[in-house]
């Protein structure tokens, strides 16, 4: 009986281990796990897989972005905004980042809990969704600007938690 039992806590460790990561993962972002419509792929796309790519984000968002009423965001750019990575920043921005405070607000208390480093496309989603979140705070006014700034602070803070994470954890 001893033995069922330990095989039996094994595999629900096992088994909460692996759900756990991938239903933590799906947390922070959720549109990313929805399938395209036009394909059988998720819709989870990655900007930078290598220092180019890095770059070419920046000039993204050095190149001014535009953000319409209905808040989908373009680059104005259109030399740039023509290379394949900007369909992807174009979905990463449209589709897979939140956008209400809400949303916003949610992803921060997400981030202030989550347990280990962050994924290569979650920090870039994180830091997409604080560059919006700064826009929108300089667009508002009143009790809204106060809202937004309280966001981009939060965001902020979870990103710098997210880069001393390996330097803040306790010597075993």
């Known amino acids: 009986m001893l033995w069922k039992t330990l095989l039996l806590l094994l595999f629900y460790y096992s088994a909460h281990a692996t759900v756990t990561y991938k239903w933590s993962r799906?947390?922070?972002?959720?549109?990313a796990q929805r399938l395209k419509r036009s394909s059988a792929a998720f819709l989870n796309p990655v900007l930078q897989n290598s220092l180019e790519d890095v770059v070419l984000l920046y000039e993204f968002l050095l190149a001014e972005l535009d953000i319409d009423k209905s808040q989908r965001i373009s680059i104005k750019d259109e030399e740039l905004a023509s290379l394949r990575k900007a369909a992807e920043f174009d979905t990463i921005c449209n589709e897979i980042i939140p956008k209400s405070i809400t949303e916003i607000r949610r992803l921060s208390s997400r981030l202030s809990s989550y347990p280990r480093v962050l994924k290569k496309?979650?920090?870039?989603?994180?830091?997409?969704?604080?560059?919006?979140?700064?826009?929108?705070?300089?667009?508002?006014?009143?009790?809204?600007?106060?809202?937004?700034?309280?966001?981009?602070?939060?965001?902020?803070?979870?990103?710098?938690?997210?880069?001393m994470f390996p330097y803040t954890k306790e010597p075993s």
């Not at 604080?130 to 939060?154: I, L, N």
């Open 121 to 163: 496309e979650d920090f870039e989603r994180t830091v997409l969704t604080m560059v919006y979140t700064a826009y929108r705070a300089a667009q508002s006014q009143g009790h809204q600007k106060d809202t937004w700034v309280e966001s981009f602070v939060s965001l902020y803070k979870a990103l710098k938690h997210d880069l």
């Open 26 to 31: 799906a947390m922070l972002y959720p549109a």
